[in-house]
């Protein structure tokens, strides 16, 4: 199973990807997952995001294509994969059909989490006073939330109409518990790989 989870911030994109990588057995491959170890671990890709980052800015569409494009390439992920924050710039699509093609695979669907602006602000929000990962994430303050959300509206939402054109989307109600969302995932996907 090759897919991708789309949402905004704070839909649980990466509460669901766990979840579901657990179930399937296949990689979770998360871009800000990737790119905070690269920042906690001060090496040169994560000293040259980390400011980009805390703006609530994306890093550059080349830099992550790359470090995305040779995860695919790793053995674990010919049976599959699951990507949680990429593509997410119409650029990227191009940069995934790319490598994509080289593997001599595609695509079997992207799950796009909808959840309304005001709950996924309030999810943030309680993350940034909980720090439940652990630590506070430097792009859970107030101001840095608005930045997310408005540059997903002018440079994601639009790779959805993309995945829509080539009829790949699969639409979940990102709303209610955990465990419910997971569950309305997981029937979605039983549909997909049937
Ligand atoms: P990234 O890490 O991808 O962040 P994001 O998309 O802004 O969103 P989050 O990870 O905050 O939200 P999520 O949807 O994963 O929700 P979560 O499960 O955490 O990107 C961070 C930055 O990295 C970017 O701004 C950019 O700079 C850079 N970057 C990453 N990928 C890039 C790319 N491809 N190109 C360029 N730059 C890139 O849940 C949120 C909270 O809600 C949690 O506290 C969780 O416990 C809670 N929650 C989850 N589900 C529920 C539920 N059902 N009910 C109640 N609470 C819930
Ligand atoms: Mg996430």
Known sequence: MRIAIFGPPGAGKGTQARLIAARFRIPHIGTGDMLRDA????????????????SGQLVPDELIGEVVAARL???DAARGFLL??????????GILD?????LGVGLDGVIVLEVPERIVIARLAGRSRSGDD????????EEVIRERLRVYEEQTEPVAEIYGRRKLIVTVDGTGTIE?????????????VR
Request: overall charge negative; charged content about 40%.
């Open 134 to 141: 652990g630590e506070v994430r430097a792009d859970d303050r």
């Open 180 to 192: 419910s969302v997971f569950e309305r995932i997981s029937g979605s996907l039983q549909e997909l």
């Open 39 to 54: 920042v906690r671990s001060g090496s040169e890709l994560g000293r040259s995001v980390k400011d980009v980052m805390e």
């Open 98 to 102: 790319d490598a994509l093609e080289s």
């Open 84 to 93: 949680d924050g990429f593509p997410r710039t119409k650029k990227q699509v």
């Open 73 to 75: 390439g790793e053995p």
